[in-house]
């Protein structure tokens, strides 16, 4: 575990809510120099705690109206190997995520679908088509609200 000051903290949070923050607007609001924000980060993207920007799409300004969280139960454990199951899951464009999970289910997915009929067609043709699929619960998400989270 990476040893994090106040000041790391407080970027990670600035950064966490908006990658697009210079070093130089960072350092202002913390009260560092441009050249110490950019070092901390930099320090910070070394040791792993930053591990990448993203860009976050609307999926429903892109068309896709519906998302739909799965809970795949493989089938046949053992016959299927599970890195068949997942290359093949992530081939599939309107996944998401593939999660490899313990409990009820093997598989957690989250899917984007344009409507209901949409997502219908993507599980019936693609998801219970894969290998080794078995049992399936599907939940609609209807609303969705990021937290900061503990830093």
């Known amino acids: 575990m ?15 809510r908006d990658a697009r923050q210079s070093a130089s607007a960072l350092g202002k609001r913390f009260g560092l120099s441009q050249p110490a924000t950019w070092r901390r980060i930099k320090r910070l993207e070394e040791a792993g705690v930053i591990a990448g920007k993203r860009l976050r799409l609307s999926a429903e300004k892109l068309g896709f109206g519906v998302t739909v969280f799965l809970g795949i139960k493989l089938a046949t454990k053992g016959r299927v190997s599970l890195e068949d199951f997942e290359r093949a899951v992530s081939a599939i464009p309107e996944v998401q995520t593939v999660e490899h999970v313990l409990g009820l289910y093997d598989y957690r997915l989250r899917v984007v679908a344009r409507d209901l009929p949409d997502f219908e067609r993507v599980l019936r043709r693609r998801i219970m088509t894969l290998p080794g699929a078995g049992e399936v619960e599907a939940n609609v998400l209807l609303s969705e609200e990021r937290m900061p989270g503990p830093l």
Do not use: M, N, V
């Open 2 to 16: 990476t040893e994090l000051d106040e000041i790391d903290r407080k970027l990670i949070h600035a950064l966490g």
